[in-house]
């Protein structure tokens, strides 16, 4: 089946503490992106990967870090979490960002800093 | 600025009716966009996607309908189902890079 997994689906921490959200996918898509969604501001970009080793910001990249090191895998990194992180993310694959290449969306992960 | 946005947060709809759910989008640069349906609890779903070079696509009961010349883009759903309840998203592409814009969605309610 084809699809994209994260993990943890829910994570509560601290201020601070270092984090890593993973995202695999399985269909050996090349483009691979992080989002988060916030209440009344949709969802907004903060990584994405054109292929292996390729990464480019986002519209909201502060504080976060991605890495590509394989196609099928693309972890979100929180270095030193933050209150305003509180979110709930998705990580997304594809052939690529535009023309009839859909994006599958992963099952989210909800993120609480306190 | 580069947005994309959304004149009503929430539609409510009749069951079998069809629902016209609209979004504007700021940046003539753009020239893809993309419909998401997000269920309660789930990521966005692909629903249907057109080029610039194109002013109406048509799906499976679903319909998008770019105005270039307004920046607008539209989304009908035929014959309403209870199934359509959802938070529907547009999207962009801008042609310079490889972002992906969201606008900041639409509640569809269907009315029984």
């Known amino acids: 089946e084809a699809q994209v997994t994260q993990n943890p689906r829910y994570l509560i921490t601290v201020t601070g503490k270092k984090l890593t959200v993973t995202c695999s996918q399985n269909?050996?898509?090349?483009?691979m992106s992080w989002y988060r969604q916030d209440p009344g501001l949709g969802l907004r970009q903060i990584y994405y990967?054109?292929?292996?080793?390729?990464?480019d910001k986002g519209d909201v990249p502060e504080g976060y870090k991605v890495s590509r090191k394989e196609k099928r895998n693309f972890p979100l990194i929180l270095e030193s979490p933050s209150p305003n992180q509180t979110s709930l993310y998705f990580c997304?694959?594809?052939?690529?960002?535009?023309?009839?290449?859909?994006?599958?969306f992963g099952p989210g992960t909800r993120l609480t800093v306190t | 600025g580069e947005s994309v946005g959304l004149h009503l947060p929430t539609l409510s709809v009749q069951e079998g009716d069809n629902s016209i759910i609209n979004c504007a989008y700021s940046?003539?640069?753009?020239?893809?966009f993309i419909w998401y349906k997000q269920e309660s609890g789930k990521g966005p779903q692909f629903i249907i996607d057109?080029?610039?070079?194109?002013d109406k696509r048509q799906g499976q009961r679903v319909t998008v309908l770019l105005n270039k010349t307004v920046k607008h883009l539209s989304l009908q759903i035929a014959a309403t189902q209870p199934g359509d309840s959802a938070v529907y998203f547009c999207?962009?592409?801008?042609?310079?890079?490889?972002?992906?814009?969201f606008g900041k969605g639409t509640r569809l309610h269907i009315l029984p």
């Open positions: 997304a694959s594809s052939n690529g960002p535009r023309s009839s290449y859909e994006q599958y």
């Open positions: 999207a962009e592409n801008i042609r310079r890079d490889d972002k992906i814009i």
């Open positions: 990967s054109m292929n292996v080793e390729v990464t």
């Open positions: 940046n003539s640069a753009s020239d893809y």
């Open positions: 269909m050996n898509h090349e483009y």
């Open positions: 057109i080029r610039s070079n194109m």
